[in-house]
């Protein structure tokens, strides 16, 4: 959480937030303006809002009394302690920025912020330390006792004071002899302690104090600061991450005891949507759009569900900060359409220009004929731009000629026009970041976890059981009844070859995540060596953090090598995975299904115990009857229609269907050989009559059975 603050724009990050307003259905500045730069935000926060745009430093305008708003009275504010010369090099005055307005107002945090001040009013151990993960809004949080000290909403013992923000990085940068750093930090806390306690120093990234400086051969910051804290002369306001300071500071005994940690946790649900309540108008900016309540509630709800990498309010920020971003740019952005037209002019062009270099009276005519659309192609973009132009102009205030049909334009290109943040447009974001189909972001998934038998039992024919017992596993942990933190489910589907076990993986992704490009398979026949348990761990680690919602299915689990067993428990019982780059993998919103050849019976002489307990369930799966063969088969021969059906028609007769059952069946391979068989006769027939010109495009493709039995394939033009 490296500060690096730039003085005269307001933070983005919103994460110490006080009192929440109530909540409306539309939070909407007092003023929209033309459509420019949606976010207030400082390179201060970088973590938090990294792909968030960014905007002016203007002071954001809101309704009179809204506590939503960079402004604080400082009437009373008279800080008797000036900066010297040392601390305005290396330091960044905070309450100064919250006297000019650059501080952005939090929400929700009032018992930490009393810890703080509590504190800071002791005689001694008086050096708060804010402990959070990054992003849960720690930086925000001493952002806001800056503002309340220039308001005087503080104690006595903090009245009138300063807090400066130290830059490490600034002072160890050009130090290339013994002792000039030395000298930097001597100047400060000498600067500090002449102020006799008006002057707070606050060091983000508190942990760097341990490094800083011991790398040019000196004691470092720790060392320096030490006896500064001792004397009681320096009250010293820090924030980290728990890691980090378990790992520098609370290792040293001596430094750990100067001071007194404050838990910053990440906020549950309702308070992060006060927080994006209260951030509403810097978020919106002056992009002249405003978030309805129930786009912020999306905000909260989809960030939580698909934003995996990030902590709260950080990422719902982020979101919220990009949907402002992307609405922005597509308001002032010409429509999709103008920009297809433009690639079909250029193409054209191009097109025209090869053609006008032959001679060939052919080649001639196609010129012409490419020209004429070319024209065509440049009055339509050059009509629609013109439109394009006066609605955008209109939707900036002005006002419209008289022959302008305002409503048309209106009609024409909403976007322009547009002035609320809705649910969908929050969905679209999540979608452009995690691959997640809009569809699946905004759907009812209540919905969907209730209709997963129905719906997985349409694609997997025959093994009934194996799939209500697969939903009731996903259902369980998508509504929080397993064990959190794991994956929504864990399932050892077993039986033999051909059955319906890869199908219902394939079936799992389309159904619960609306993308058959969801499935991750790996084929643990190739897994089966020594050294295979870090690379499937690599492997995994990578398409979990390509696509963190998906399902993954382990095929063949048994001709993995016994070591990748172990590999895999911890991703099984707390879904996540650490690959051997240390970078650790997401499991959680995962469905993981491993599939094997074997008998249940056989399963303790391949799996320990501890490993077959990760499972949720173990899904048996049977042979399939000829019933059920000749349901898959209208299911293949059905898809098959689908992938031809841009040239032709296919017509499988119910006898015809019934041949192709009866020359797929085989019991040891179950559906595979139908499926082969289905692909190879009707494909086969299809391609070859297409070589030799009997079939034509819009003709119907019929597929019987003659009076001897044997299959029959006739093309029939369409009318016929």
């Known amino acids: 959480m490296t500060m690096l603050r730039t003085i005269g724009a307001p933070s983005i990050t919103p994460a110490a937030q006080l009192t929440a307003p109530q909540p409306t259905e539309t939070i909407a500045p007092a003023t929209q303006q033309p459509a420019s730069d949606p976010v207030a935000t400082t390179t201060a926060t970088k973590s938090a809002v990294e792909g968030a745009a960014t905007v002016t430093s203007d ?3 809101v309704t009179p009394g809204d506590p ?11 800080p008797s302690a000036r900066l010297g010369d040392n601390l305005k090099r290396y330091g960044t005055d905070l309450t100064e920025a919250a006297a000019n307005g650059e501080l952005r107002p939090a929400f929700g945090r009032a018992h930490e912020l009393e810890q703080i001040e509590e504190i800071l009013g002791r005689p001694t151990n008086n050096n708060p330390v804010l402990l959070g993960e990054s992003g849960v809004g720690k930086t925000a949080l001493f952002e806001e006792l800056a503002r309340r000290i220039v308001s005087g909403e503080v ?9 400066v923000l130290i830059d ?19 100047g400060v806390i000498k600067e500090i302690e002449a102020s006799k306690g008006m002057i707070i120093p606050v060091i983000d990234e508190l942990h760097m104090i341990v490094d800083a400086g011991a790398a040019k051969n000196t004691s470092g910051a720790s060392e320096a600061l030490k006896p500064a804290l001792a004397r009681g002369k320096l009250r010293l306001i820090g924030a980290t991450t728990p890691k980090e300071y378990d790992e520098k500071i609370r290792s040293d005994a001596a430094l750990h005891r100067r001071f007194s940690t404050v838990m910053l946790n990440e906020p549950n649900a309702d308070a992060t949507l006060r927080i994006l309540q209260g951030s509403a108008p810097f978020l919106e900016g002056k992009s002249g759009l405003v978030f309805t309540n129930d786009a912020l509630k999306a905000v909260q709800e989809m960030s939580s569900r698909y934003v995996v990498d990030r902590f709260q309010p950080a990422k719902a920020i982020e979101v919220a900060s990009q949907t402002v971003g992307r609405m922005t740019m597509l308001r002032n952005s010409p429509p ?20 006008a270099r032959e001679s060939s009276p052919k080649s001639k005519e196609q010129a012409a004929k490419v020209a004429e659309e070319l024209a065509k192609v440049k009055s339509e973009l050059d009509t629609t731009m013109t439109m394009w132009n006066q609605a955008a102009r209109i939707a900036r205030g002005e006002r419209p000629d008289r022959d302008v049909d305002v409503e048309k334009l209106k009609a024409r290109f909403p976007e322009l026009f547009r002035t609320e943040i809705l649910r969908e447009d929050v969905a679209k974001t999540i979608s452009d970041r995690t691959g ?24 997997v024919v025959g093994q009934d059981e194996a799939i209500s017992a697969l939903a009731n596993a996903i259902r369980r942990g998508r509504t929080g009844v397993s064990d959190p933190g794991k994956p929504v489910a864990n399932i050892l589907m077993i039986g033999p070859p051909g059955v319906g076990k890869t199908e219902t993986a394939k079936a799992a992704a389309r159904v619960m995540f609306d993308n058959p490009e969801s499935l991750t398979r790996f084929n643990m026949g190739e897994y089966g060596t020594p050294g295979s348990r870090e690379r499937l761990i690599d492997d995994i680690s990578d398409a979990m953090r390509k696509r963190p919602f998906s399902v993954v299915l382990l095929d063949e689990i048994e001709k993995g090598h016994p070591s990748i067993y172990d590999g895999l428990m911890t991703a099984l019982g707390e879904g996540k995975l650490k690959d051997s780059h240390g ?5 959680s919103n995962s469905v993981v299904l491993l599939a094997s050849n074997m008998q249940k019976d056989d399963l303790p002489n391949f799996f320990r115990p501890e490993f077959i307990d990760r499972m949720d369930d173990i899904v048996e799966y049977h042979n399939l009857d000829k019933d059920s063969l000749s349901k898959i088969a209208d299911i293949q021969i059905n898809r098959l229609a689908k992938q031809v059906s841009n040239d032709l028609t296919l017509d499988v007769s119910s006898a015809a269907r019934d041949k192709l059952v009866d020359l797929g069946y085989a019991p040891e391979t179950g559906a595979r050989n139908l499926k082969r068989v289905i692909e190879r006769t009707i494909g086969n027939a299809i391609a070859n009559q297409k070589i030799d010109g009997t079939l034509k495009p819009g003709m119907t493709f019929k597929v019987d059975v003659d009076e001897n039995g044997e299959l029959t394939f006739t093309p029939v033009a369409a009318g016929s």
């Not at 490490?168 to 001597?186: I, W």
């Not at 690639?343 to 191009?350: D, R, S």
């Open 336 to 355: 999709r359409e103008v920009i297809d037209m433009r690639e079909k002019v250029e193409a054209l062009k191009n097109e025209h220009a090869v053609l």
């Open 59 to 61: 002071p954001v305008p």
């Open 583 to 587: 970078r650790t993998a997401d499991l």
């Open 155 to 163: 104690p006595e013992h903090l009245q009138n004071r300063r807090m």
């Open 436 to 459: 997640v189909p809009v569809g699946a972001v905004n759907g009812d998934e209540q919905e969907k976890l209730k209709h997963l038998d129905e719906n997985l039992k349409k694609q």
């Open 68 to 78: 939503r708003t960079t402004e604080v009275d400082a009437s009373n504010w008279r």
């Open 168 to 186: 490490l990085n600034a002072m160890t940068a050009g130090t290339t002899l013994r002792g000039e750093f030395e000298e930097r930090l001597d």
